[in-house]
């Protein structure tokens, strides 16, 4: 029983962090109409930044503040100067950002010399739930996921911001009209999204260790789980990344890792036959 539980809140705590990688992806596609694949970069960066800070000597749990703060920037400089200009353009756009991603990645392979290198967790140890242990950092990394799943979700309902943010998404044309700058909207948005990367690599570099190709694992899932579950809807890529996270961090307690990973695909391409649209159609749950 206790390999099970212990199974079960590492599945859990993966398919967590899936859910921001997917949260900040899906709601830069839903702004913007293009998949960024410099994704699994914004990732590697929320990671690299954690890894700094402990190289430094500060604390980890200081990094990981910092990350989405730090990535958010870089998302932002990126989204100015390059990106925007590819948004008439949704094929040059993912071409674009995934060039931008393999010059991050091979800058910190370079960086870090293409070795593997370990972060300590920021809360080390167990506690006890009746005879079973459970790790205090898994826990932690399920906590905060749901509370910024929460936090996002009232900042793009109940705020001010998140109003302008659904105008410009339902029409932006009228939301010009009315005064918004949606160049503006699409800044902000463009950086939450990549804050939230940035946080997702902060918090499994502990789990993972730091390497150059360390987001790319969660790109492509990342891509099947907006898709299935919709472009434009908050609620449906979280149901599909927590839904891959767990077949893909499950599979291969059961199956030969690359059979489990083939499986993954299979499902994902059963899903997308059953129900092309997504498992919840742009006419609900939109942002």
Not at 215 to 235: D, K, N, P, S
Not at 278 to 284: D, K, N, Q
Request: contains cysteine.
């Amino acid at each position: 029983m206790d390999v099970v539980i212990d199974a079960a809140f590492g599945i859990i705590s993966f398919s967590s962090i899936m859910v921001l990688v997917v949260l900040g992806l899906g709601i830069i596609a839903s702004m913007m109409g293009i998949f960024n694949f410099a994704h699994a970069e914004f990732v590697l960066l929320g990671a690299y930044t954690v890894y700094l800070f402990h190289h430094s000597g500060l604390p980890v749990w200081l990094g990981m503040l910092a990350a989405p703060v730090a990535v958010a920037l870089c998302g932002l400089i990126l989204e100015r100067t390059v990106i925007r200009r590819f948004y008439a353009h949704p094929v040059v756009a993912m071409l674009g950002t995934y060039a931008i991603g393999l010059v991050i990645r091979e800058v910190v392979r370079g960086l870090i010399g293409g070795l593997y290198h370990s972060v300590p967790e920021p809360i080390i140890g167990f506690f006890t739930v009746g005879e079973i242990s459970v790790s205090k950092w898994r826990a932690a990394i399920i906590i905060l996921t749901v509370l910024v799943i929460g936090l996002s979700y009232l900042l793009l309902t109940r705020t001010t911001l998140g109003l302008r943010v659904r105008a410009a998404l339902e029409n932006p044309a009228l939301a010009r009209a009315s005064g918004i700058s949606t160049s503006q909207i699409y800044a902000i948005t463009f950086a939450f999204g990549a804050a939230l990367a940035g946080l997702a690599g902060a918090l499994m570099v502990p789990l993972f260790t730091l390497f150059a190709d360390l987001g790319l694992r969660f790109l492509i899932q990342g891509f099947l789980a907006v898709m299935l579950g919709g472009v434009g809807t908050f609620e449906g890529p979280i149901l599909e990344a927590g839904l891959i996270g767990v077949m893909t961090a499950s599979f291969p307690w059961l199956l030969n890792p690359v059979l489990a990973d083939v499986l993954v695909f299979v499902v994902a391409i059963a899903i997308v036959k059953l129900k092309p649209s997504g498992l919840l159609s742009l006419s609900r749950g939109r942002m």
